[in-house]
């Protein structure tokens, strides 16, 4: 069964430093990997996600993941947060093939931005 | 265009009340999903519909819950005679039918059972 594993149960970092937020996966094949983010009160958005191809994908307000099939991982990073980008982060994997199916998300992780 | 439409955006019921709680997905989206989401557990999956294919329902706790979606639109999560630990928020998401969509979350209706 696929699983995920979002260790940093809560983050907190100065505005203007880097983040990075760690996920580390476990699928017996290959997986399709999603971060999405959660504002307070809000659904969940969707920043990025890899399928195949470039395992360093690019998302919205300038995030970036990469996949490390090696490590089983697919880590988020900023080089410089905003302090709007507050908010609960969430990392899912899905089947890589066939018929769409069930996300399975990670447990995610609470970034706090300090000004 | 409009997003994932879910009502009411709260609700709070007794013990051993019927709930529903309805979600509007976006139009065209085949597939359907519900999640649970409780303080500290992450997203819960629990119930999944695409198309006119049976439902997974793997991921639906107990008997008590149920869910229903009409006409290949509209669906409606059933919890029976609710109990404390039903407290959570539940999130709709739609997604077209290809398996690499991402999902589109609606925000969600925050059940507190008392």
């Known amino acids: 069964a696929q699983s995920v594993t979002q260790p940093d149960i809560h983050i907190t970092v100065s505005e203007g430093a880097s983040l990075e937020l760690r996920c580390n996966y476990s699928?017996?094949?290959?997986?399709?990997l999603f971060w999405y983010v959660q504002s307070p009160g809000q659904g969940l958005q969707l920043l990025l996600k890899?399928?195949?191809?470039?395992?360093l994908v690019q998302g919205i307000k300038g995030f970036e993941a990469e996949f490390k099939r090696s490590q089983s991982s697919f880590n988020l990073r900023k080089p410089s947060v905003h302090w709007s980008d507050a908010a609960e982060y969430f990392c899912?994997?899905?089947?890589?093939?066939?018929?769409?199916?069930?996300?399975?998300f990670g447990t995610g992780t609470r970034l706090q931005v300090t000004l | 265009g409009a997003g994932v439409s879910q009502s009411p955006s709260n609700k709070v019921t007794e013990k051993g009340k019927d709930v529903e709680l309805r979600c509007d997905p976006i139009?065209?989206?085949?597939?359907l999903y519900w999640y649970r989401q409780s303080l500290g557990q992450g997203l819960e999956f629990l119930i999944y519909f695409q198309g006119n294919s049976a439902p997974d329902k793997s991921g639906l706790p107990s008997d008590r819950f149920s869910a229903e979606r009409t006409g290949g639109s509209v669906s409606t999560l059933t919890i029976q005679r609710t109990q404390q630990e039903d407290s959570a928020v539940y999130l709709c998401a739609s997604s077209p039918s290809s398996y690499n969509s991402p999902l589109h979350f609606g925000n969600g209706t925050r059940l507190t059972v008392t």
């Open positions: 139009s065209g989206h085949t597939a």
């Open positions: 899912a994997v899905g089947k890589g093939t066939g018929t769409a199916s069930k996300l399975t």
């Open positions: 890899y399928f195949s191809g470039d395992t």
């Open positions: 699928y017996g094949a290959t997986p399709y």
